[in-house]
């Protein structure tokens, strides 16, 4: 694959001519590549700076991970909900994972509905719907009929296409070249 810049500068506005400002927009941030959650938090810093008052909810991520993100997002008001139990492949207890994967959609559909968050960050939700532990239909519907005031971001792994469809803005982070095939493990300040 080669990044060289073959092309000229635009000049023209590339835009469409009539733009409006929405009430809210839904984000999907997907694809294999690393940076997926680093881009939904990096709104979520946006939104701060705003005033807006933020919530994060991790559906992968358990809370015995101290992520610098959350130490962060705390220091800065945000609400950090840790709901997960971490990767699959390290349970020793799938059902049991699955029963949290459905407690936190739960608890998500709550904050989502209720309506006091300007921003809420559904952090690694595509894992839970593409292993059929949330059922993506009642998922849809409440993104879809969310209070018109609340952004959403949600990131992870192959974005199931009826989730893309309904989204504003869709980000494939595509994997061009990872530390990890390099035999390196998740470097902290870096990864977490």
């Known amino acids: 694959m080669s990044h060289e810049n073959t092309e000229s500068p635009p000049e023209t506005d590339p835009r469409p001519g009539e733009l409006r400002t929405p009430e809210s927009l839904l984000i999907v941030n997907t694809g294999h590549g690393k940076g997926k959650s680093t881009a939904a938090f990096g709104i ?53 994972d699955k029963q949290t994967g459905a ?30 532990w949330i059922e993506t239909q009642p998922v849809l519907d409440a993104l879809v009929g969310r209070p018109s005031h609340v952004h959403v971001v949600v990131t992870g792994r192959d974005a199931p296409q009826s989730l893309i469809d309904i989204a504003d803005t869709v980000s494939e982070v595509q994997n061009i070249k990872h530390a990890y095939q390099q035999g390196f493990k998740a470097k902290r300040g870096i990864d977490f």
Do not use: C
């Open 103 to 132: 407690n936190a959609w739960a608890k998500a559909h709550d904050l989502l509905m209720g309506g006091e968050y300007d921003l809420l960050i559904f952090d690694e939700l595509t894992y839970p719907l593409n292993w059929n």
């Open 44 to 96: 979520m810093i946006r939104g701060v700076a705003r005033g807006w008052k933020v919530g994060v909810v991790q559906f992968v991520k358990s809370g015995d991970w101290n992520v610098g993100e959350e130490k962060i997002g705390k220091q800065l008001g945000v609400d950090w909900i840790t709901l997960g139990e971490g990767f699959s492949w390290d349970s020793a207890n799938l059902d049991k």
